[in-house]
């Protein structure tokens, strides 16, 4: 075989070639920007979803807090028992309302704490309702 026609054959081929391996790089680069920025919305919104079930648990102790403390002069239960915008460092834009409902079945007394917690505002919005029955 002659060299000069191996040659021609190979001739223009590295080109296409680097143009083919830039182009798929640059695909799998944007795939894993995209890949990260959906994953950092999720954190994002798991952190609200995590901060609003704080909030509604405090909601529900301090509430419950009210109900059980005899010393304490409280409101009596109702739709509007507790209510709190938080603004400690990590609970920032988080709301909490606790609404009471009392119950009697046969003679004893039941309370009924639903805590409503709000964080975040817009589509970045995460909620949570905890419910608690406390007995007095």
Known sequence: MCP??????????????????????????????????????????????????????????????WALHPDLTHPACSANYYARNYTAPGMQNCTVQVACIQDAIGSDVFYTMTSNATCGSGADQARRIIQVRLQP
């Not at 081929?13 to 799998?28: C, D, E, K, N, Q």
Request: proline share 2%.
């Open 4 to 65: 000069e026609k191996s040659l021609k054959r190979q001739r223009g081929m590295g080109l296409p070639t680097a143009l083919f391996i830039i182009v798929v790089l640059a695909l799998i680069v944007a795939a894993l920007n995209n890949l990260n920025d959906v994953s950092a919305k999720a954190y994002g919104r798991e952190w609200l979803s995590l901060q609003a079930f704080y909030a509604a648990e405090s909601g529900a102790q301090a509430a419950a807090s």
